[in-house]
């Protein structure tokens, strides 16, 4: 979870909806997670509890268990979708291993699938780039798919290295580098977060 949310938490505006929805969601786990840990880690319990900001009584074991805030029924079938990542995750590392790319987001990455996996994948959008934590994610038909595609827990994954160029602030490779006025080395992604709206968030 922290490490697909780092993009929004690093790229989105200070006061963005989808950087204070993660600072929340963050928060709320930590509150959790301190009192779960306190008996049996309790040293390591009390610093985390004294760092946390918010009033609070003075230790963590005169709390009980944080009260979890609700939350709606998820769009995305999350269960289903992990495994797709892990294997997404091992073809890439094949491709580090090889030489062929470093970091994720130098990467591209084609899902082969059928109609019905494909219909469960664009329920993310273009999400599913922040999701696989590359810089482009595409599904495709599997007759489609090169020869060098990997198959792995069922699916069906082409991993290459983008030509795109880099943007210096978020990272991700992307065509439109340099597209946003005054600009030239961020993409528009970033543009936007920096000096329009901002960019939405609903899944990753």
């Known amino acids: 979870y922290l490490d697909v949310i780092k993009d929004r938490l690093y790229t989105t505006g200070r006061r963005s909806i989808p950087r204070r929805s993660a600072q929340t969601a963050m928060y709320q786990i930590a509150e959790a997670m301190v009192r779960w840990l306190a008996p049996v880690l309790s040293f390591t319990a009390e610093e985390i509890w004294e760092a946390l900001p918010g009033e609070r009584v003075g230790s963590v074991f005169l709390e009980t268990w944080q009260e979890l805030m609700r939350a709606g029924d998820p769009e995305v079938d999350w269960s289903a979708l992990m495994p797709m990542r892990?294997?997404?995750?091992?073809?890439?590392?094949?491709?580090?291993?090889?030489?062929?790319?470093?970091?994720?987001?130098?990467?591209?990455?084609?899902l082969y699938t059928d109609s019905a996996e494909a219909e469960r994948l664009r329920e993310l959008g273009d999400e599913?780039?922040?999701?696989?934590?590359?810089?482009?994610?595409?599904?495709?038909?599997?007759?489609?798919?090169?020869?060098?595609?990997?198959?792995?827990?069922g699916w069906l994954i082409g991993v290459k290295p983008s030509d795109a160029p880099k943007c210096i602030r978020c990272w991700h490779r992307r065509p439109d580098v340099g597209s946003g006025a005054g600009h030239a080395e961020i993409c528009g992604r970033c543009a936007g977060n920096l000096d329009g709206p901002g960019e939405t968030r609903r899944f990753a």
């Not at 294997?87 to 591209?108: H, M, S, W």
Request: aromatic share 2%; proline share 8%.
């Open 128 to 153: 599913l780039r922040f999701a696989l934590i590359t810089s482009a994610a595409t599904i495709a038909p599997p007759d489609t798919a090169p020869p060098d595609a990997v198959e792995d827990a």
């Open 86 to 110: 892990d294997a997404v995750a091992r073809a890439l590392e094949a491709r580090r291993a090889a030489g062929e790319i470093g970091a994720g987001l130098e990467a591209e990455v084609t």
